[in-house]
């Protein structure tokens, strides 16, 4: 339906009007822009600090199951020590009551054998606490971090809302004008335009032409094609940066002619004198 007033209304007015609306809904698009960049990087910030607590969050939880396994391992090897502890102290036990000298040297063996289960025990449960103190301070950091993160995340929320509530109401508004200003563009020069806006760093489609030359890319506009865009007589685009030109005036904007005159030096004659 939409599609069907642009094509009706567009092909009864004239070029002339159809680049005023044109450049009046590009003005409507500008604010809207202007309201984005008010916002600036505030939903990408509030985005990334999201996915920074996320991360931290996942990182604590790795590390609290690297403590936990650690605190395991002393638990087992503390247990393991006390039954290799209870071992020797049966096998001193039994050692006095040998019958003869081969029971004695199972015996001997049993108890080295033990206390080298005691040493290595030793050795794994100083490992483990070493373990356990780097994940208790890495864990304290991470969840110090997160917490600041949490607290930066809230304060950018909290701006982020309080933009987007004053603002909210101008862009709406300012949406709605956009609409019904479609409603009234050729069909194809609105999607010519979009196009261009999209290619544009600036968001510019149309642009005025300024001291000779375009507005949006600043190159300088032949004199023929300058008449042309005076003319109103069709639609030019600039051959450089492919941008809609219109003529300032038409546009609403006053230009100020800023005549340069250029002053050329006075040179001194010098008269001969006759001999």
Not at 70 to 75: E, K, V, Y
Not at 81 to 106: F, G, L, M, P, T
């Amino acid at each position: 339906m939409a599609k069907e007033i642009r094509k009706t209304v567009g092909s009864e007015i004239t070029v002339e009007q159809k680049l005023k609306s044109l450049y009046k809904y590009q003005t409507v698009l500008s604010k809207i822009d202007e309201i984005r960049i008010l916002r600036g990087e505030l939903p990408l910030e509030v985005q990334d600090l999201e996915d920074e607590i996320e991360g931290l969050g996942a990182r604590v939880t790795r590390i609290q199951e690297e403590l936990q396994k650690a605190c395991s391992d002393i638990n087992k090897c503390n247990e393991e020590k006390r039954q290799a502890q209870a071992a020797i102290e049966r096998c001193q036990s039994h050692i006095d009551n040998v019958r003869n000298s081969r029971e004695y040297d199972a015996l001997s063996k049993e108890i080295e054998f033990q206390e080298l289960e005691i040493q290595l025990r030793d050795k794994r449960i100083k490992e483990a606490n070493e373990i356990k103190a780097n994940c208790e301070k890495n864990l304290q950091r991470s969840i110090e971090q997160r917490d600041e993160r949490i607290s930066d995340l809230d304060a950018k929320k909290s701006e982020l809302e309080e933009i987007v509530t004053e603002t909210k109401a101008e862009e709406e508004n300012l949406r709605d004008e956009a609409k019904i200003l479609e409603a009234t563009l050729d069909y194809r020069l609105l999607s010519s335009f979009k196009r261009i806006r999209k290619n544009s760093h600036n968001g510019l489609g149309i642009v005025c032409v300024q001291r000779d030359a375009c507005g949006g890319c600043f190159n300088k506009i032949p004199p023929q094609r300058q008449l042309d865009v005076r003319m109103h007589k069709k639609v030019i685009v600039c051959e450089y940066c492919g941008r809609i030109l219109i003529d300032p005036e038409l546009a609403g904007i006053q230009v100020v002619h800023q005549e340069e005159e250029e002053k050329k030096p006075r040179r001194r004659r010098l008269s001969k004198k006759a001999e």
